[in-house]
């Protein structure tokens, strides 16, 4: 199988730094993290991406106030190919989630993998630094997903820094500085992680779930390949 990785535009620090960033760098491909954005803040960003030289956004990172509107026109004008989205257990669905489902694939991070939920999906979105950090951290969460990845597969991917995920709650309101934030890459050996695990671990899209600037996450792409 053919796998993307692609540089992403995150929300948790200066998106429209990166948007404009995409732009300078005449990058037509991206991945896209709603998680951070208002329903406002997402009209400000779908008008700043209109003018942009952005041609194709295959997986985005939705969640519960993402409206069937804004699905579509991912779809319509983006060829947007695959949603991810947190268990019900941590947040709810989008309002328009069946219509939805068979693009939309369920990410680990704080509960594990639930089977039944999977059959309702496409199936499953690995973070592999959640999983890295489950191993490191949370062995039993770890050896749960990683039986439940070894029997439905893997479609797609969250690839970030190796850091301790331990430290959070489940509202994720411990507060970081911008340069020691947990999605943040401060050196690129934080992938070195990503080697042990097997190709089958890794889909056809894989998204960079870093606050780094565009620039350091191309570098982070160009040390990925060469290490796999």
């Given at each position: 199988m053919e796998m993307e990785i692609l540089p992403?535009?995150?929300?948790?620090?200066?998106?429209?730094?990166?948007?404009?960033?995409v732009q300078?760098?005449?990058?037509?491909?991206?991945?896209?993290?709603?998680?951070?954005?208002?329903?406002?803040?997402?009209q400000e960003f779908y008008l700043l991406l209109k003018n942009?030289?952005?041609?194709?956004?295959?997986?985005?990172?939705?969640?519960s106030d993402v409206s069937k509107d804004e699905l579509d026109y991912l779809i319509k004008n983006y060829q947007t190919e695959a949603f991810?989205?947190?268990?019900?257990?941590?947040?709810?669905?989008?309002?328009?989630?069946k219509e939805y489902s068979k693009m939309t694939y369920i990410e680990n991070t704080y509960e594990p993998f639930d089977e039944k939920e999977l059959k309702e999906f496409a199936g499953i979105c690995l973070d592999l630094s959640h999983l890295e950090n489950s191993r490191l951290f949370r062995p039993s969460l770890y050896k749960h997903n990683v039986k439940v990845v070894e029997k439905y597969g893997c479609g797609c991917?969250?690839?970030?820094?190796?850091?301790?995920?331990?430290?959070?709650?489940?509202?994720g309101t411990v507060k970081y500085p911008?340069?020691?934030?947990?999605?943040?890459l401060e050196k690129l050996s934080e992938l070195d992680y990503l080697k042990q695990y097997p190709a089958r671990y890794f889909g056809k899209f894989i998204a960079l779930e870093m606050e780094n600037s565009i620039k350091e996450q191309l570098r982070a792409i160009d040390y990925i390949v060469n290490m796999l």
């Open positions: 992403s535009i995150t929300t948790i620090f200066d998106w429209r730094g990166k948007v404009k960033e300078e760098l005449g990058l037509k491909e991206v991945s896209f993290f709603l998680t951070c954005l208002n329903p406002k803040e997402r942009s030289k952005i041609e194709r956004i295959p997986f985005v990172h939705i969640k991810n989205t947190h268990t019900k257990r941590e947040y709810p669905y989008h309002p328009n989630y991917n969250h690839i970030g820094p190796t850091k301790n995920f331990s430290i959070f709650d489940k509202t911008r340069e020691k934030h947990p999605h943040t």
